[in-house]
């Protein structure tokens, strides 16, 4: 059970949290230029990495907001938490 | 006869408290203080339960949590009963009934016991084998192998006792109360760090506290002194907190521990009564220091398991704390010293120990001196080579070890004894270590996997830390204690440790017989009668990975999940296989460390409050007036109100005429509602729904089909633009936080530039929904000053008014094709808006319906219902909702999704309604179609989604997804079921009212 530490609330148990999957997918501005392949990329790729692994968290039962997480996935240690619309923590 | 092995007095044990209970239907009596196990003991009782393959008598053989054998049923036949207890942890009180497991029908006559004699047809992996027969064969076992499994029962009436949760916070958690344990929490909380002391024992001070070896001092005191005085100073130290009788279950990552604290277990049954009986902790610590110790290992040889045979560490334990002799004649066998500290104990209070057998050449410690002064005999360099004894051990045969350890020589010496202690050294308890997430390293030289990589704020010290001498562990203690608490100076500083403790050990993991190893026993797990011999079967079929030799020969996998026989495995294995053990790796050790209860588990959350409910503000009104409820997400909802004994298929008729007839009325309060305000309000309900939002004018209603971005229908419902940039939305009852979850997703990650702000307001609003041709006078009589004419308030607009002083938003909108109006007021108001409305209308005859009135209504217009008759797999375009799609619209969720070569195949499964030729027959919801039926394979072309008998057309109708379905208008299709071909016709899916008349009729 994971203490996530809530760039708006701090520190706070796993299940007041939902994981959204992979980070820094951005939903393409002009979906009707892409062909079948490309759409389909951003539609159903997702890494599932043993390792370092950027991701999306929602602090559901808590201040609502989506925020960033760098979470190693081997032991799961969480490296960086940061907003959305900032840049990824550079290591 | 029953015996008395009582042997002196214990400071723990008292003697003036004589309570008795009832073991396997016999009384015994033991004091205040006593463990099951330890009563037993000094009634003479070893033989408790059998063993689970080979229904072996099986005697007590640990004093602790890691028992394989004691397993035993509480209070059978109550409805406090508890299978698969171990007798070890059981604290007695007066009225105590126990009953081994595993035997049928007594354990002094078990049939089971057959198994034994049968055991070359029992090799690992026999199950496995067993299940690849004819299933037929299987089930004849059935009926005995049912009645001889060793599980237990569980109780048959509810469980009586309560069960609690609590949320603890500490800066230190300190589990164990050994020595190392009492002296970490000391120095924590003496340098102002909250800490928390547990300790799953009665007592506080692990083993040390009966540790009254002369050889061993601390500031001149025994061990035990010593450690008496440092508890005694715990009392009174500010921030620590000290829990007995808890044992932690789980090691989480992040520091976050379970812990189950026992409340109630040793009480006598009126104390129990309305008490919180055991309480899970859950535990988030800063830091966490294991003080968990080490388990005593057996040795493993022939015939290891038989009654009498114990942990050397256990018989000085029953000495020492308990005062009780756990045999007249007492031998032990051993690979290290601490056998001679169990015998010296014994020595010591007058017991007899027949001889030491010790695997090792010599040992040259002053304990090792001192036992041979006193005449015990030692037989250096012996192995034992068979036990005898059915019931209760009566000998031992001992033989002369080779040079190498795999075989034995010379003439076999039997020793006559009733009790034999096995010492094979010590294994850290490093189980909860590593559910942490953190790695072990074997060590080659110790035999021991210890601690090596922390993956959160975490020590391990005192011998599951790899310190087993009293001077090590103080020593390390301190330096631990320093370096990770960040203190300068311990109590433990200028400690004075005096010990002859040697680490002098021989460790053989399996001890070689003089007969091959296919004709002995040599148990490696007690609990599942796993052999040596099975580990080595499996390895030469050919299993190589840990895992996988556990699973197939099923050792570990008990209840105590192998806590002895372990080490033994992996070291059979790795000699075996020719490998390091290093190599090996270890299984891996799950939580929870002992069984939990499920009333532990689970804690307030049963009955009432297994799950959350929602009730509407109406709810009242429906219980009072006998509705049925369905359980639709977390809401109760009015299911159908049934009069005079009607049956829900009568009471669901006749509510749907009743509502196109004249009014009914519909309790809508549970629909999800989302406010919707911001300068981009329009824009951003352009982007989510299909269809376009910007024109719609302030003060009117439209319906909206929300997609994934896969273009899968996600939900619907009616959006009314109460101002410029002002909405409310309505979702499905099911998707209303999936609905507001997913517009907050997309607003904060997506479209952070957009000014829209959403507010769930579901809980705000009280709705009432009245149809039917009557519906329009009944809201008149309500709301006199409202204008109703089409002109003013026309199909699919909304207007606010007050009903007497209560303000109210009503929009005329349509869930059933009827004329009709959902009124919303304040929640408070809901059951005074019902109750109106039912007033007003009872000239009318209005009729309240439920949720499967409202379902076959809108099924009569061909209305979908979001999860009934999608899946997750419909596009609008499948549903035939064209319509809705806007093509002009540059963008929206799911729009691309939409021309994927995939989603625009002409063969996938499209919305159709059904008609069966005979239209008395009802399809069953979830039944196949099929256009031919003498095909095989048969091609199922889709199935059935929603299906009624209505009563406004007099014949059944159904909705279904059909492959291809939109080009099959009017062919005929079959719905097999298990007696009969069902003969149906692909139809228009709006069977009623196609024109709409109805809704647009002047009333
Ligand atoms: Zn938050």
Not at chain 2, 117 to 125: Q, R
Not at chain 2, 564 to 585: F, Q, R, S, Y
Not at chain 2, 719 to 746: C, P, Q, S, W
Not at chain 2, 887 to 893: L, N, S, W
Request: glycine letters at 8%.
């Amino acid at each position: 059970m994971f203490l996530i530490n809530c760039p708006y609330c701090g520190e706070r148990d796993q299940q007041e949290f939902k994981a959204g999957g992979e980070a820094h997918i951005e939903r393409p501005k002009q979906p009707t230029e892409l062909s079948d392949d490309e759409w389909a990329e951003y539609l159903f790729m997702r890494k599932n990495i043993k390792g370092v692994q950027f991701e999306r968290w929602n602090h559901a039962h808590g201040c609502r907001k989506w925020f960033n997480m760098v979470r190693d996935t081997s032991n799961d240690e969480i490296k960086a938490i940061y907003k959305m619309g900032e840049k990824p923590p550079a290591q | 006869m029953t015996k008395n092995l009582r042997v002196k007095s214990s400071e723990y044990i008292d003697e003036t408290n004589r309570i008795s209970f009832k073991f396997n239907g016999k009384t015994y009596h033991g004091f205040k203080g006593d463990t099951l196990a330890s009563a037993l003991l000094a009634n003479d009782v070893h033989l408790v339960g059998r063993s689970f393959k080979y229904h072996r008598p099986r005697g007590i053989m640990t004093s602790g949590s890691e028992e394989p054998n004691a397993i035993i049923q509480i209070n059978p036949c109550t409805n406090r009963t508890e299978p698969n207890v171990r007798a070890t942890e059981v604290e007695i009180y007066e009225g105590l009934e126990a009953s081994s497991q595993n035997c049928w029908p007594s354990v002094e006559f078990d049939i089971g016991g057959i198994n034994n004699f049968l055991s070359p047809f029992f090799p690992a992996g026999f199950y496995y084998k067993t299940f690849m027969w004819p299933a037929s064969f299987w089930e004849k076992y059935e009926f005995f192998i049912r009645h001889s499994a060793g599980l237990g029962k569980s109780p048959t009436s509810s469980d009586p006792d309560i069960y609690d949760h609590r949320n603890v916070h500490c800066d230190v958690l300190v589990v164990g109360a050994g020595i190392s344990g009492i002296l970490a929490a000391k120095n924590a909380a003496k340098n102002n760090f909250r800490t928390l002391l547990v300790d799953e024992k009665n007592e506080l001070g692990g083993s040390t506290i009966y540790e009254n070896n002369e050889f061993n001092k601390i500031d001149n005191k025994t061990p035990s002194e010593w450690l008496k005085k440092e508890i005694e100073e715990l009392k009174g130290i500010k921030n620590l907190e000290i829990k007995t009788r808890t044992s932690v279950a789980a090691y989480h990552q992040y520091n976050y521990l379970l812990a189950r604290e026992n409340l109630t277990d040793h009480l006598e049954a009126k104390y129990k009564t309305n008490k919180i009986r055991q309480r899970l902790l859950k535990i988030r610590a800063k830091k966490v220091i294991l003080a968990t110790g080490a388990l005593e290992r057996p040795l493993i040889f022939n015939n290891n398991d038989r009654p009498g045979i114990m942990l050397s560490s256990a018989i000085k334990k029953y000495s020492e704390f308990y005062g009780v002799a756990c045999g007249n004649k007492n031998v032990f066998f051993t690979n290290n010293d601490s056998a001679y500290e169990s015998a010296l104990s014994l020595y010591n209070k007058g017991i007899n120990v027949e001889a030491i057998i010790d695997i090792r050449e010599q040992s040259e410690s002053k304990i090792v001196k001192k036992i041979k002064e006193t005449g015990i005999k030692i037989y250096w360099s012996h192995s034992i080579v068979d036990t005898a004894g059915y019931k209760r051990l009566n000998s031992v045969s001992i033989m002369k070890l080779s040079n190498d350890g795999t075989s034995v020589t010379g003439s076999k010496i039997s020793i006559s004894c009733d009790c034999l202690g096995v010492a094979g050294g010590w294994s850290p308890a490093v189980h909860l270590y590593t559910q942490s997430g953190s790695k072990l390293k074997f060590d080659e030289e110790k035999k021991v996997f210890l601690p090596n990589q922390n993956t959160s704020e975490q020590i391990s010290v005192g011998s599951c830390g790899g310190d087993f001498k009293i001077d090590e562990i103080i020593k390390n203690l301190n330096h631990k204690l320093k370096d990770n608490l960040n203190i300068k100076e311990t109590n433990l500083d200028n400690i004075k440790v005096e010990t002859d403790q040697e680490n002098s050990k021989r460790n053989i993991w399996l001890l070689p017989s003089d007969k091959p190893l296919g004709k002995t026993k040599p148990f490696v797990d007690y609990q599942n009668d796993a052999t040596a011999k099975d580990i080595k079967l499996a390895l030469r079929e050919g299993f190589r990975s840990i895992e996988h030799v556990k699973r197939y020969t099923t050792t570990g996998m008990g209840t105590d999940q192998g806590k002895l026989g372990n080490m033994h495995a992996l070291g059979i294995i790795a000699d075996t296989a020719g490998v390091k053990m290093g190599e090996l790796g270890t299984t891996t050790f799950r939580p929870p460390y002992t069984p939990l209860t499920f009333g532990t588990i689970v804690g307030r959350n049963v009955g009432k409050f297994f799950d959350i409910f929602r009730r509407t503000p109406m709810n009242d009104w429906h219980v009072e007036n006998k509705a049925e409820f369905e359980n639709v997400g977390q809401w109760k909802r009015a299911w159908y109100y049934p009069i005079n004994g009607e049956t829900m298929h009568q009471a669901v008729q006749r509510e749907s005429k009743a509502a196109r007839e004249s009014a009914g009325i519909l309790d809508a309060s549970t629909l999800g509602k989302i406010d919707i305000q911001g300068s981009d309000a329009s824009e951003f309900l352009n982007r989510v729904y299909t269809n376009a939002w910007s024109k719609l004018a302030i003060g009117k209603c439209r319906y909206g089909l929300m997609l994934n971005e896969d273009g899968m229908v996600y939900d619907d419902g009616v959006t009314t633009r109460l101002g410029e940039n002002h909405y409310i939305m309505t979702t499905t009852t099911g998707g209303a936080a999936n609905v507001l979850g997913k517009l907050e997703d997309y607003l904060q990650t997506e479209w952070p530039e957009l000014d829209v702000y959403l507010t769930s307001v579901t809980d705000h609003y009280a709705t009432a929904s009245l149809c039917g041709p009557n519906s329009k006078k009944i809201l008149k009589k309500i709301i006199s000053d409202l204008d109703l004419s089409d002109e003013n308030f026309p199909h699919m607009s909304f207007k606010e008014a007050n009903i007497g002083s209560i303000q109210c938003r009503i929009m005329r909108i349509s869930f059933t094709g009827e004329h009709s109006y959902e009124i919303n007021v304040q929640a408070s108001y809901g059951k005074d808006l019902w109750k109106k409305c039912m007033e007003a209308g009872q000239e009318f005859n209005i009729t309240p319906y439920g949720t499967e009135t409202m379902h076959l209504l809108r099924a009569e217009k061909g209305f979908i219902i979001v999860g009934q008759d999608t899946d997750g797999t419909m596009t609008p375009i499948d549903l035939q909702m064209d319509w809705i799609v806007s093509k002009k619209k540059y963008d929206f969720i799911g729009k691309r999704s939409l021309y994927r070569s995939d989603t625009m195949r002409e063969d996938r499964k499209q919305l159709v309604g059904l008609l069966t030729d005979d239209p008395n027959i009802v399809l069953e919801e979830g039944a196949q179609i099929v256009s031919e039926l003498n095909q095989s394979p048969v091609e199922m072309l889709g199935h059935v989604t929603s299906s009624y008998f209505s009563p406004n057309l007099n014949k059944s109708i159904a909705l279904a997804v059909v492959r291809g379905g939109k080009d099959m208008m009017g062919k005929k299709l079959f719905v097999p079921m298990e007696n009969k071909n069902i003969n149906v016709t692909v139809a228009n899916p709006v069977f009623y009212d196609q024109t709409n008349e109805r809704l647009n009729a002047q009333l």
